[in-house]
């Protein structure tokens, strides 16, 4: 038991004054111990599949970050400002950020100190926020594009682009990088006049000082930090419209605008197409960023997908596929960044439902058969399942490999569950409740559990008996309507 400063008391009446001052001496120390808060420590949401991403204790309602670029080899100097909401009260909290350096950070305008601790600040602010209070967190950083291994910022042959997918924004802006904590964001970044700059959202404008031009943009939607996008290089935006007006603008390298022009000009198109299925489209704007870098992926950056440059130039590509895969990142504008996954483990919803209508549409337009595609991935199944484990519970990210989540099971073998859910309750409730997900989970995050209530409340039938094994199971279930299917469990 910790001493009492009346025990010490009555105890020195007893001793010298030279053990008196040892005794006080230890018991103010004690006292100290006892008061002292427990030391810093990486803490998380609890994610199933990355535990410490975001943090516990507030909600993040908005960022502005202020980026100063040079060149893609050197750090950019940068401030984050986030307004919050407290959700308990905090004497200390934690940001996720990485592989930058901290010049300082301010609570509510009082300087913070801070701790790092693994991927994550531990702040601790001058005065305690009390539980429901707004506050704003000002940081002022670098943001360092260098020897990044797998996410973040991605260099460019004249530049930079983003490609946060699944745990990388912390690696650019300290904040909650976790897509249950969505937020409204505003970019400035400055960056040589020779070069264009653009970002998610609407731009705001421009102003040029010296050699610099400083260019803003905001989103009108929150938006989740892993889609977050910025490309800095000599790009070309041609801009035209898509349907009911919606603006469409894309980013090409400058010297290739006539060659992807074939490409870009399809959008529109594509569009109207999704649109047909799903309903409106959920954001301010639209378009396609095709960066001359190496990726190995495209990705669904909201309002602007990136794209690599070889997609449109390797001849080996048909223009069947190209366009399918064009439909897959513009579909995930509705699943995935509209509607955002609740934890990692929904992943499934995000790239089922655009390999469900990158197929489709192959389906409609090229004569790719979606039914063959389906009973291919039948027969595949039961293999991603033993790889990577089920659609809705993944296996956990091989080591120093955090995009790894990312496997066929959550794909195609999502798709198929989706087929299945098709071929029980008819196309035409499978078609209202791939509407209905979107309006009722529009700007927000959403569970398997939810979707499966929702598919469940659409058919007029219960679906989780139906459900949970596709979902969780170890083995393929049977297919709906087709017996003859067989997973044949061999190699993917």
Wanted: charged share 20%; with cysteine; glycine share 8%.
């Amino acid at each position: 038991m910790p001493y009492s400063p009346s025990s010490v008391e009555r105890s020195s009446r007893q001793r010298s004054p030279r053990r008196r001052a040892a005794l006080a001496a230890t018991a103010a120390l004690l006292l100290l111990g006892a008061a002292a808060p427990p030391a810093p420590t990486a803490q998380g949401i609890g994610d199933r599949l990355f535990p410490h991403l975001g943090n516990p204790g507030f909600d993040i309602g908005s960022y502005d970050i202020s980026l100063v670029y040079k060149a893609h080899d050197q750090p950019l100097e940068a401030v984050t400002k986030i307004v919050a909401r407290a959700t308990a009260p905090l004497d200390r909290f934690n940001l996720d950020f990485t592989h930058g350096t901290v010049r300082s950070i301010e609570v509510d305008g009082a300087p913070a100190t801070f701790t790092p601790v693994e991927e994550d600040l531990a702040v601790t602010p001058a005065h305690p926020v009390a539980d429901g209070d707004t506050f704003t967190v000002t940081v002022r950083h670098t943001s360092d594009p260098r020897g990044v291994p797998s996410g973040g910022w991605v260099p460019t042959t004249d530049g930079l682009v983003m490609a946060n997918q699944a745990d990388a924004a912390h690696r650019i802006f300290p904040g909650n990088d976790h897509p249950s904590d969505k937020a409204l964001f505003t970019f400035h970044v400055t960056a040589p006049k020779d070069l264009t700059v653009v970002a998610n959202g609407l731009p705001l404008g421009r102003r040029s000082k010296g050699a610099a031009t400083t260019w803003t943009y905001r989103t009108l939607h929150p938006m989740a930090t892993e889609l977050a996008q910025i490309s800095i290089g000599r790009s070309a935006t041609p801009r035209r419209t898509g349907p009911h007006g919606l603006p469409v603008r894309d980013v090409v390298p400058a010297a290739d605008g006539k060659l992807l022009e074939k490409w870009t000009s399809r959008t529109p198109g594509h569009l109207t197409w999704m649109e047909s299925k799903v309903g409106p489209f959920p954001f301010e704007n639209y378009g396609v960023l095709i960066a001359d870098a190496s990726t190995g992926f495209e990705l669904e950056t909201q309002t602007l997908s990136l794209f690599e440059r070889g997609l449109f130039t390797d001849p080996r590509f048909p223009q069947w596929y190209v366009d399918s895969i064009m439909v897959h990142e513009l579909s995930h504008q509705w699943f995935g960044d509209c509607v955002s996954p609740r934890s990692w483990s929904d992943l499934w919803l995000n790239e089922a439902h655009a390999t469900w209508y990158e197929a489709l549409y192959a389906d409609e337009k090229s004569n790719h058969r979606l039914a063959d595609r389906m009973r291919a991935a039948y027969a595949l199944s039961d293999r991603w399942r033993a790889d990577g484990g089920p659609p809705a519970a993944p296996k956990g990210a091989a080591p120093g490999k955090k995009a790894s989540i990312f496997r066929p099971v959550v794909y195609d073998g999502g798709a198929l569950v989706l087929y299945a859910l098709r071929e029980r309750i008819g196309h035409q409730a499978f078609d209202r409740l791939e509407r209905q997900w979107v309006a009722r989970h529009h700007d927000a995050t959403a569970s398997t559990a939810d979707f499966v209530a929702l598919a469940s409340e659409v058919s007029g039938h219960d679906q989780t008996d139906f459900l949970r094994p596709w979902l969780y199971g170890e083995k393929t279930p049977p297919m709906p309507g087709h017996p003859d299917w067989k997973a044949s469990g061999k190699p993917a």
